[in-house]
């Protein structure tokens, strides 16, 4: 059965880094583009990033291009993703979500339940 | 502010049916596929259409997709209780730098 399982999100101050790993099994994690999504709360869904099955390529939103980092290692299945220079706008429940195809993709067929990452001082 | 624009709220019977609108623009829903998605609170979102008005496995035949210039509608026929829930638009951008995007999201009350 399909399982995306992210961890890392806590409390973090204005400025720091902080690292969200998502674990995935339930199907062959290498042949898959995997992205991650946020919502803050009381607000709509925000996509933030996608990685392709490879890691060859990588997008970003605006908002957090230049801060935020993804990655991924196919040998342990797992899905990462970097925040630096956090702030109050990056306080939200953030997913990792798989795509339907190796590539890029709009069609997130796969989310987790969700991280909770709160950016307070 | 979404780049997709989706009314806040809509609300129907059960038995009914209820439509939910995504305008968007050439720079998106006037060249991609839409995908739509059921988001309950505290729970994982589910994609419920993609590729405009395809269903993936599981999902009922009372949910269809349609798409016409720059906007898409969800179509839910045969309203239940279990409905009620925030549903998204989402699709490429095709601007400067590729991006996905998401409408601001619709709440769906079953009354």
């Known amino acids: 059965q399909l399982q995306l399982e992210e961890s890392g999100g806590g409390v973090v101050q204005p400025g720091r880094s902080l690292r969200l790993s998502c674990a995935a099994s339930?199907?062959?994690?290498?042949?898959?583009?995997m992205h991650w999504v946020r919502q803050a709360p009381g607000k709509g869904l925000e996509w933030v990033t996608v990685i392709s099955y490879d890691g060859s390529k990588r997008f970003y939103a605006d908002s957090v291009k230049g801060r935020f980092t993804i990655s991924r290692d196919n040998s342990n299945n797992t899905l990462y993703l970097q925040m630096n220079s956090l702030s109050g706008d990056d306080t939200a429940v953030y997913y990792c979500?798989?795509?339907?195809?190796?590539?890029?993709?709009?069609?997130?067929?796969?989310w987790g339940q969700g991280t909770l990452v709160t950016v307070s001082s | 502010q979404s780049v997709l624009t989706q009314p806040p709220s809509v609300s129907a019977a059960p038995g009914q049916r209820v439509t939910i609108s995504c305008s968007g623009s050439n720079s998106n829903i006037g060249n991609n596929y839409v995908s739509w998605y059921q988001h309950l609170p505290g729970t994982a979102p589910k994609l419920l259409i993609y590729d405009t008005n395809k269903r993936p496995s599981g999902i009922p035949d009372r949910f269809s997709g349609s798409k016409s210039g720059t906007s898409a509608t969800l179509d839910i026929r045969g309203l239940q209780t279990g409905d009620e829930a925030v549903y998204y638009c989402g699709t490429w951008n095709n601007s400067l730098s590729a991006t996905v995007v998401f409408g601001g999201g619709t709440k769906l009350t079953v009354i």
């Open positions: 339930g199907f062959t994690f290498s042949t898959y583009a």
């Open positions: 979500a798989r795509d339907m195809y190796s590539t890029s993709s709009q069609v997130l067929t796969s």
